[in-house]
């Protein structure tokens, strides 16, 4: 005997265009034989997928960041910090294709940064010229003159006055080598700014009656955290029923009929998430638990 109490069981009855707003989903209650002759015990239930897309913001500091005011004349970050973020929310039925909404994949992860690694900084300190030792105020104040002769070269290249030969593909390969070289000398005053983007999925079951679920915490400091922390804005999803189950176009029979079946039918409802007091995504799902008990003759078929 085979047990299912899923999305997976579903018998739909489409009318017209198949969206969750306008489908019939219905799936049997109770026992049943499948076509491959198998007992089968449904239960049907519904679980929406909260996906949440988070951006986490990494500030590394520079080695030279307390320089910058004084060499660059713009300030640096001189504390070392990472701030998350909801980017943004998708909701979906889980386990069912027929109505997963646009979901984002689990491994998706992205990540930038000014240059090259995440967390190291390039090697470009100055050239000792001599055996004296060089102090890091010192190897700032080289850095940043660095910085300035950059900027002149990209003039110079710019306007002509670095000499006739450098033009088209060359001029932009010349002018995008130095901007490289540039970015190497900026991050050790500026420091570096990674985004890494993620996604964390979080299923809800859905509980009759039941019409709103505090799904996660989003903490600044921390990421996504359980729903029973006490730091970050709650993730909050609300469930609206829209009580067109009671409407749905199906062929209803007497339930003392021999021959009728015992299905549930989906409530086409309006699930909205939250983060904090902010609606964030909204999405109408076919929920089981907010739906009707409903008789047909036969067995139910898609």
Known sequence: MKRIISFMSLAVLTCGVATAQNTVYKAIVGPYVDATGSVVVSDPSTSVAVDLVIEKEQTIVGPYARYAQKFLNMRGSLVDKTVYAVREVKLSVAGSDDVMAAEVPADKVDETSYLGSATEFAKVLPDRMSSMAQSEEEAAAQAAQAIFSIRKHRMDLITGEAGE??????????????????????????????????????????????????????????????????????????????????????????????????????DPSTCTVKVGDKAVASAVLPIFEMGRTAYVMGPASR
Do not use: C, H, W
């Open 165 to 266: 030969n450098v033009f088209g593909a060359g001029l932009k390969d010349a002018l995008a080598a130095l901007d490289a070289k540039e970015q190497e000398f900026l991050e050790l005053f500026f420091g570096k700014r990674v985004v890494t983007t993620s996604v964390k999925r979080v299923v809800v079951p859905m509980t009759e009656g039941v019409q709103s679920y505090a799904v996660a915490r989003v903490s600044a400091s921390a990421g996504v955290v359980g729903a029973d922390a006490k730091d970050g804005d709650v993730v909050t999803l609300e469930v609206a029923p829209s009580g067109k189950s009671r409407l749905s176009s199906i062929v209803e029979t007497d339930p003392k009929n021999k021959a009728a079946i015992k299905v549930r039918v989906a």
